[in-house]
């Protein structure tokens, strides 16, 4: 892949200035540009990309703090270097505070120079990488086997991306049904262990003694009826990923062998006397607060410490009403191939009944009614009469609507309109009159949302 180019913009309002930067800067392999004023950089950095833009505070017309102020208000992706006066420095830490990257002192530094630029270039470079993935992460509707593209899946979609590489644990916190386990599987598809094996295990399924076993394997011989050696789930996990969900239910003699295999990487088959290593990374599920359960002394601490390296909050599914659309057509799609039907939508109000309930039992209840819906319907299209009564029958829920912290504007305004639809049955009239905006102007946001109704 061929290296980038990178160009820089000299703002200047002194020619030999230019020329003296330019004489360092251009062996160096970067291509060179310049401006005399702030209004002419402003133009030239709106209408052409550039990495670095090196600004002179004391500039005519926009000075460089106001031309500072001009590229962040208009989101212009470059970096930004001062050059000051040594009796501007404090002018030049200002800028600093307001988005700069560095400041350089006149008269320039060669070495400061040639030292300053790669490195605000790396910081650039960052700064692309950072918005491309936030470009990709707002227009995905799947992640792995992930669906959503709410403010709240996208966290999840960035927290899966920065942790997947790493050697670190991993806890998934959320209620029953928000998909605890397609998230752990998405880290490990991630990962570099993608090639090994993806272990699962439900430690509230079994009693202690039986868990025990599962986890740790046996020795011909340990017990009654331990005829052959077998192999626990550690082992079967080695280069892989082992999964434990509702870790929070493990027996607490268990969490003290578990603790010593995440401490030691090792440990012996019950009955066994060798000690047997293993290479396994630990992702753990639970619906508990772990908080809790540790105050009730159910969880050791230590263990909890070991495994919560980090924390990864699956939301209920009332709290990203915005993907239920997205959820419901891929449910409807799947269980239309599987069950050889015909079905290929969901009606205008059937989606507002779906939008008005409030999912108690989250994603797992949504696609179980999509599945008994589309094996029900009679039509090429999901209809009132294909849901169960609980969801028709429901009570409309609270009008106020609740966004949470960091929702994006853009988000928030799309859920807003979205649930005034759905309060109002789909009526575009009305919405738009509760709104306080046209009717074409809605339209456009639907369309722009993609928006079938």
């Known amino acids: 892949m061929e290296e980038k180019i990178h160009k820089i913009l000299i703002v200047d309002d002194e020619d030999y200035i230019i020329e003296g930067l ?14 005399n004023d702030g209004e ?24 460089g703090l106001e031309l500072l102020a001009e590229i962040k208000k208009n989101d212009l992706l470059t970096e930004v270097v001062i050059i000051t006066g040594k009796g501007s420095i404090n002018t030049a830490v200002e800028a600093m505070k307001n988005g700069a990257y560095d400041y350089l002192t006149k008269p320039v530094e060669p070495d400061r120079l040639k030292s300053l630029v790669p490195k605000a270039l790396e910081h650039y470079q ?6 491309n993935l936030e470009t990709q992460l707002r227009h995905l509707t799947r992640y792995e086997s992930l669906i959503g593209q709410s403010t709240q899946m996208r966290d999840v979609y960035r927290t899966i991306d920065a942790v997947a590489d790493s050697t670190a644990n991993v806890v998934i916190t959320g209620e029953s049904g928000t998909g605890k386990e397609l998230v752990a599987r998405a880290v490990h598809h991630k990962s570099d262990r993608a090639r090994g094996p993806f272990i699962g295990l439900n430690c509230a399924a079994f009693p202690r003694e039986i868990l025990e ?9 340990a017990f009654t009826g331990a005829l052959k050696e077998k192999a626990g789930y550690f082992e079967l996990a080695h280069g892989g990923t082992l999964f434990l969900d509702e870790v929070g239910e493990m ?26 290593s293993v290479d396994v990374r630990i992702i753990a599920a639970t619906n508990r607060d772990l908080d809790q359960a ?9 263990l909890y410490y070991r495994l919560c390296v980090v924390e990864i909050k699956m939301p209920p ?17 799947n269980f239309a191939e599987k069950n050889k039907k015909k079905v290929n939508g969901i009606s205008p109000r059937c989606f507002s009944v779906l939008n008005r ?3 108690p039992g989250n994603v797992r209840e949504l696609k179980n009614v999509i599945e008994r819906a589309v094996i029900l319907c009679r039509s090429h299209i999901i209809e009132l009469e294909d849901l169960p009564p609980r969801i028709t029958q429901a009570k409309l829920g609270t009008q106020q609507i609740n966004l949470p912290l960091g929702t994006t504007l853009d988000d928030c305004e799309k859920e807003i309109i979205l649930r005034t639809l759905d309060h109002t049955e789909n009526n575009k009239t009305q919405t738009a009159k509760i709104l306080g905006v046209s009717l074409k102007t809605l339209h456009n946001k639907l369309n722009q949302y993609k928006f079938k109704g």
């Open 22 to 35: 330019t004489v360092i800067l251009k062996p160096e392999g970067y291509k060179i540009d310049s401006a």
């Open 40 to 63: 002419e950089a402003l133009q030239k950095l709106r209408n052409d990309a550039y990495s670095l833009a090196l600004i002179d505070l004391d500039i005519p017309k926009l000075d």
């Open 126 to 131: 960052l700064l692309i990488s950072y918005r």
């Open 213 to 221: 076993n599962e986890l740790f394997g046996h020795e011909a011989g």
């Open 251 to 276: 027996p607490l003699e268990i969490q003290a062998k578990f603790l010593r295999v995440l401490e030691e990487r090792s440990f012996r088959r019950l009955g066994g006397k060798k000690e047997i």
């Open 294 to 302: 540790m105050g009730e002394k159910t969880l050791r601490e230590d």
């Open 317 to 333: 599914l009332r709290d990203r009403m915005g993907d239920i659309e997205l959820l419901a057509l891929e449910f409807t799609k």
């Open 357 to 359: 309930y409030s999912w």
